[in-house]
């Protein structure tokens, strides 16, 4: 085997072929080489080698044609990326000027290395994704966002309470009230919100 402008060749009875288009003349695809058989050409040697291209000149001048085609391909691929993140870019600037507050909002989000937003709520992470990575966002949507920024205003201005420790008096509102049977027993679970704010 040679490899001539980035392609592999295989030099055989004096001739150079173009090798398998699948598995490059080696007769098995996988990440190891070892446990898959090339469905395309079936490990056999007609198959394996490919098209036959001619001594070393010829194989020169096939993988520069080769290679050209490939750097349209690669251009062309690319310049379609870019028209569609320009598309993205427009509209999430359209958003940026429509919601500037929701927008703001949504990009001041941490996001770690893996991608994951810094929080807890779906639906956030959900918005951010629809508005920052495909630029779309409807009124009912946005609408739904305001809420919940307003939600976490009015969550950040309440007054912080103390966090009691061991037993006390506590009086409040019952938010739920549940059975719970286990191999112990049955128990009685409540959630009180206490009137100093906290559950």
């Known amino acids: 085997?040679?490899?001539?402008?980035?392609?592999?060749?295989?030099?055989?009875?004096?001739?150079?072929?173009?090798?398998?288009?699948?598995?490059?003349?080696?007769?098995?695809?996988?990440?190891?080489?070892?446990?898959?058989?090339?469905?395309?050409?079936?490990?056999?040697?007609?198959?394996?080698?490919?098209?036959?291209?001619?001594?070393?000149?010829?194989?020169?001048?096939?993988?520069?044609?080769?290679?050209?085609?490939?750097?349209g391909r690669t251009a062309a691929a690319e310049a379609k990326r870019l028209e569609r993140v320009a598309k993205r870019d427009a509209k999430v600037d359209a958003l940026r000027r429509k919601y500037p507050e929701v927008m703001a909002y949504l990009e001041s989000l941490e996001v770690d290395e893996w991608g994951n937003v810094a929080?807890?709520?779906?639906?956030?992470?959900?918005?951010?994704?629809?508005?920052?990575?495909?630029?779309?966002?409807?009124?009912?949507?946005?609408?739904?966002?305001?809420?919940?920024?307003?939600?976490?205003?009015?969550?950040?201005?309440?007054p912080k309470t103390e966090v009691i420790e061991g037993r006390g008096v506590i009086t409040g509102t019952i938010v739920s009230a549940k059975s719970v049977e286990t191999q112990w027993g049955l128990s009685q679970k409540v959630t009180i919100a206490d009137d100093r704010g906290f559950r």
């Open 119 to 158: 929080t807890r709520n779906p639906f956030v992470t959900s918005m951010r994704d629809k508005a920052l990575n495909e630029g779309f966002m409807t009124e009912p949507m946005a609408a739904a966002m305001v809420r919940v920024i307003d939600k976490e205003k009015a969550e950040a201005a309440r």
């Open 1 to 71: 085997n040679e490899g001539i402008e980035g392609y592999n060749y295989i030099f055989h009875n004096g001739k150079y072929y173009a090798g398998c288009r699948r598995c490059g003349g080696t007769g098995q695809h996988s990440f190891n080489g070892f446990d898959s058989i090339c469905y395309a050409c079936g490990g056999v040697l007609a198959g394996r080698l490919g098209r036959k291209v001619g001594d070393r000149d010829a194989a020169v001048k096939h993988a520069k044609t080769r290679a050209k085609a490939r750097a």
